[in-house]
């Protein structure tokens, strides 16, 4: 039986496009439900085809709101030699974003911006007249002792922080996720392959009357062979990738931690000068240099292991140079 194709040609009125066009973007969105029905047509004329197996070559391509290009090839090979070939290239377009704005819950968060205090209530209180109180022991220091020298400087300050980052790899962190969400754009550019292999048998049973046999009956079995394959191409991952959501917000975190690395640094360091100025005060309060001792082993062991022991060999190098 042979098949002939008759090609009409319509003429569209510029207002005919506009109301299809119209009328598709309004639809868009309970199209994007369904699956998409890409069954070649010429399938029926090989034979009949089981539906029952649904797969997933032919189910929806890339989630919904996706801008793809698949390519589609089938080769048939049946059980009395016909073999077929078929390719076909199929273009999915998101018209629901053009008729409705995005999802604001892919975009990043901001982080919520705690609400300030309740400013305190001013007291008035009574001011009671105090005796004059004696003058403090800073001033009966004797005029030739000479002040402790300062050794924080921000050559120091840079060198320690410097030293901190590299110790916690943050810098190294921040890179390998910029490299992240490049690849994750050029991903695009690789095609999501999805195969199907299937083989059909057709069992029959035909009957074959003989002088001897009226009711003679013979078997016959018929196979087929099924071959496809599919690449689909995500093109919109060339522009923004969905995965970029969440390395921009591991991005985030890797700043705010190295800000607060830097702010611990600075802290320690630079409690660290004031409780050995106070310490190496030859007129201070012997309670006080007891307490500025413990603060200076306690800041020195913080700032070698925030700096992986960079702070041990700056104090030996200072002490070896003095």
């Not at 078929?86 to 273009?91: G, K, N, T, W, Y």
């Not at 007249?129 to 220091?141: G, Q, T």
């Not at 196979?223 to 959501?245: C, I, M, N, P, Q």
Request: one cysteine or more; glycine letters at 4%.
């Amino acid at each position: 039986m042979s098949q002939r194709n008759r090609s009409r040609a319509f003429v569209l009125s510029p207002f005919t496009v506009c109301l299809a066009i119209g009328a598709l973007s309004a639809s868009a969105p309970a199209f994007a439900e369904t699956e998409p029905d890409d069954e070649p047509p010429w399938v029926m004329s090989l034979g009949p085809v089981d539906p029952e197996p649904a797969h997933e070559l032919w189910g929806e391509p890339v989630s919904t709101g996706s801008l793809w290009v698949a390519i589609q090839a089938t080769f048939v090979q049946t059980d009395d030699g016909k073999r077929d070939f078929a390719a076909m290239a199929l273009l999915g377009i998101p018209l629901e974003r053009i008729g409705r704005a995005r999802d604001r819950s892919r975009f990043v968060a901001e982080r919520p911006t705690p609400a300030p205090a309740p400013a305190a209530t001013p007291v008035d209180v009574p001011v009671a007249v105090l005796p004059d109180a004696p003058l403090p022991r800073a001033e009966a220091r004797d005029a030739d002792a000479s002040p402790v020298p300062l050794v924080v400087t921000p050559n120091v300050a840079r060198a320690a922080i410097a030293a901190a980052l590299e110790h916690a790899r943050l810098e190294q962190a921040t890179s390998r996720v910029e490299r992240l969400a490049s690849r994750a754009r050029t991903s695009g550019l690789l095609p999501e392959l999805r195969f199907r292999v299937t083989r059909q048998l057709d069992d029959a049973q035909v009957l074959s009357p003989t002088e001897y046999d009226p009711d003679r009956v013979t078997a016959t079995v018929k196979a087929s062979l099924w071959l496809e394959a599919r690449a689909t191409f995500k093109l919109d991952k060339l522009v923004f990738a969905d995965e970029e959501v969440t390395l921009e917000r591991l991005r985030e975190d890797r700043l705010e931690a190295g800000k607060k690395l830097r702010e611990r640094v600075l802290e320690t360091l630079f409690s660290w000068q004031r409780a050995v100025r106070t310490r190496d005060d030859p007129v201070a309060d012997p309670d006080a240099q007891m307490k500025a001792a413990l603060s200076v082993i306690e800041a020195e062991v913080t700032l070698d292991v925030l700096t992986g022991g960079w702070f041990s060999r700056w104090k030996a190098s200072r002490a070896s140079g003095s």
